[in-house]
């Protein structure tokens, strides 16, 4: 690792950040350029709508990196 991981609180709990990976996380997961994500609706992609439900439950971020169903924005 570059950094060392800190702790920082998120939805009003304490966690662990990698600050590298966290920093970029919004700029290069695959989901947050798809042209199926579509958060909130009927249509959503069951993979990221899966990743959400994990993040939302153990409070935790992700960042995807391969996925073959991938569609340009
Ligand atoms: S198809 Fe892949 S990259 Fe696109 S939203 Fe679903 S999981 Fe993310």
Do not use: S
């Not at 609180?9 to 662990?16: P, T």
């Not at 997961?29 to 993040?55: E, M, S, T, V």
């Amino acid at each position: 690792m570059r950094q060392l991981p800190r702790k920082e609180v998120h939805y009003g709990k304490e966690v662990w950040v990698n600050p590298v990976t966290e920093k970029i996380r919004k700029h290069e997961c695959l989901c947050l350029h798809c042209d199926r994500l579509k958060p909130a609706q009927p249509d959503n992609c069951k993979i990221a709508q899966n990743f959400y439900q994990i993040c939302v439950q153990e409070n935790v971020a992700l960042a995807v990196t391969r996925c073959p169903l991938f569609v340009q924005k």
